[in-house]
Each structure stands twice: as structure tokens, then as C-alpha cells.
């Protein structure tokens, strides 16, 4: 049976909690809905492909990351009031979309894909949280490996080129934790692919 090394794809299944397997569960890849990747590619948070390293179809895993080994503390300087007339479009504010709670998908001034949780708005200003979702957490997974397989070239050359087959399953049940590119909320921990 096959080993999970460099260039292989990858097929499992996971709990994702915060902190412990008592903590909140936050993200569920399932058997229908299983995470898929390129080993090796830098999809995944490095410290959790390490650890898969070596296991084989059917095993099961337990991994906790430390917040530093996940997305880190949660940066102060990611919190930010920007003018409403960003949000402007047409000459209109949206104020469905920039409502307290909401992730805003943006971009920044060297055209890097963001999103924002808008956490107040005033006559003025949006205060915006660019930190990831779980930023200043630590993480546990707990799952099994339904399939290692080798990657075919044409595989390696679609993810490596940056499509990862967003919507296709090639990122599983979304796991696309910092563009967001298989993913409605974001809130993936899974790849981080630049759909």
C-alpha cells in the first residue's frame, strides 16, 4: 500500500476543533466530501503535512497545531478602519454586504485576493479584520486516510500552475484556509491555494 510521500494525492477525511477533541468543532471533511490534495505542493499548513507523512489508506491520525504552527496570534495591525468610500459602488453603499459579522471579500493595493470581517461601521469608517478566521488559535484534527495514490503529471502540472480544480474536489470539502478559492466562508484550514 501506498505511503503519503512528495507527489502523491492525498484523500481524507477530518474533525477540525478548536484547541482539543472537546473543543468546538469548526470544519468537517467528510467521506462524501473529502479533503484532496498534492502532497508536497504547499497546499496544506506545512506542520500538518508533516505529520501525515508515511501514513497509508485507512490509518487514522490525531494532529494538534499549535496557534504558531496554524495561522498564528492574531495581528493588531490586520485590524484596520478603512473610509467607506471604499465600499462605494455606483455611488452607493452596500449596506447588506458591509454589515457587522460579514466577511468581505477585498483586494489590496498589489492586487492580493482578502477578506475582511467587518466588525463596526460608522458614518465614517469600516472597521475591517484582515487576521484569518483562526488566527490566535490552536487546532486539532482528528481523521483518516482514504486514499494515497501517485499523482499523474498532469495533475502536478494543474496545481503547481496554481488552478487546484477549485469546485472540482481537488480541494476537498473546501480547504482552501487563505484565498479562498473552494470556499464560500473561508474558514477552511485546509489548502491554501492561488485559484
Request: net charge negative.
Amino acid at each position: 500500500m501506498m505511503e503519503i510521500v512528495r507527489n502523491t494525492m492525498v484523500t481524507l477525511t477530518y474533525d477540525l476543533r478548536i484547541d482539543d477533541q472537546e473543543g468546538e468543532m469548526i470544519e468537517q471533511a467528510t467521506a462524501e466530501r473529502p479533503l484532496q490534495f498534492l502532497y508536497g505542493a504547499g497546499m496544506m499548513l506545512p506542520k500538518f503535512e508533516s505529520q501525515l507523512a508515511g501514513l497509508k489508506q485507512g490509518e487514522l491520525f490525531e494532529i494538534r497545531l499549535a496557534k504558531n504552527d496554524a495561522y498564528g496570534e492574531v495581528n493588531e495591525d490586520a485590524i484596520v478602519d478603512l473610509p467607506r468610500t471604499v465600499f462605494m459602488v455606483d455611488g452607493r453603499f452596500d449596506e447588506e454586504l458591509v454589515a457587522v459579522g460579514n466577511t468581505v471579500p477585498m483586494m489590496s493595493g498589489s492586487g492580493q485576493r482578502l477578506n475582511g470581517l467587518v466588525l463596526e461601521v460608522d458614518d465614517d469608517s469600516v472597521r475591517m479584520d484582515f487576521n484569518h478566521p483562526l488566527a490566535g488559535e490552536d487546532l486539532w484534527f482528528k481523521g483518516e486516510v482514504l486514499e494515497v495514490r501517485q499523482a499523474s503529471d498532469e495533475e502536478i502540472a494543474q496545481i503547481l500552475s496554481g488552478s487546484c480544480g477549485c469546485g472540482s474536489g481537488s480541494c476537498g470539502s473546501g480547504g482552501c484556509g487563505d484565498d479562498s478559492c473552494c470556499s464560500d466562508d473561508d474558514s477552511d484550514c485546509g489548502c491554501s491555494c492561488n485559484c
